[in-house]
């Protein structure tokens, strides 16, 4: 949606030399193009619904779909696809408990089921009626949903599929490159199991996840 407004006012300025203009017209024509199959998708738009810091905004300001049609969708799609934890959980523990343990947790589940057992249809028009987050930093979505879970637990089960979808190519064509630097001529015969080993650590570690806390090291 913003790079069709700032195409348009590209292509409405001045600034453009005939060349521009032309380059401006290719974009705008396989920006067309391509849209059917990823801005209007039923998975895009509902991984914006899913972005506590868009919601509906974003929608309503294409002015393309109309937002009571996605949010349908969207509700029909989670109340088929993604259950209560708490209804799984009931379906599958049959069992009566036998240890004092098992006894206790089961009281613990019963007292809290009320807080759990929202629908999937409740917990979106709750989510939907609280205000959309506003930030002018980037923002992990899917560290909302985690920290939210309790609340929405099909919501959030539904936004962690979805919002974990690469909307670009970008990091598996990076995960082939760095595939190519790891396995040369001269070490051609990693196996598949290492292979996967390296790459994750090399990922870790340059996500921060392997840095070793300061208290491990004075305590050493």
């Known amino acids: 949606v913003l790079m069709t407004y700032e195409l348009n006012d590209l292509a ?42 868009m919601k509906k905004d974003v929608i309503e300001a294409d002015g393309i779909h109309n937002v009571r049609d996605v949010v349908s969708s969207l509700g029909f799609h989670l109340e088929a696809r993604y259950p209560n934890s708490a209804d799984v959980q009931q ?25 759990i057992m929202v629908t999937p249809r409740k917990q979106l028009e709750m989510y939907l009626s609280e205000n959309v987050i506003i930030t002018s930093k980037p ?37 082939f490159s760095r595939g190519g630097e790891l396995i040369t001529k001269r070490r051609n015969r990693l196996g598949g199991d290492t292979v996967t080993a390296i790459m994750c650590l090399d990922s870790w570690f340059e996500g921060g996840l392997g840095a070793i806390p300061s208290n491990v090291v004075d305590d050493e």
């Open 12 to 53: 409405a300025s001045a600034v453009l030399s005939p060349w521009g203009s032309e380059v401006l017209k290719l974009f705008q024509t396989r920006l067309e193009e391509y849209r059917p199959h990823l801005i209007d998708s039923d998975v895009t738009l509902w991984a914006t619904v899913l972005d506590p810091t």
């Open 91 to 115: 379906a599958f523990s049959t069992a009566e408990p036998t240890s004092n343990y098992e006894k206790r947790l089961k009281k613990i589940n019963s007292s809290s089921r009320t807080t």
């Open 139 to 175: 923002t992990d979505v899917l560290t909302y949903w985690a920290s939210n879970e309790r609340r929405f637990p099909s919501l959030a089960a539904m936004a962690r599929d979805i919002l974990a979808i690469s909307a670009t190519t970008v990091p598996s064509e990076a995960a």
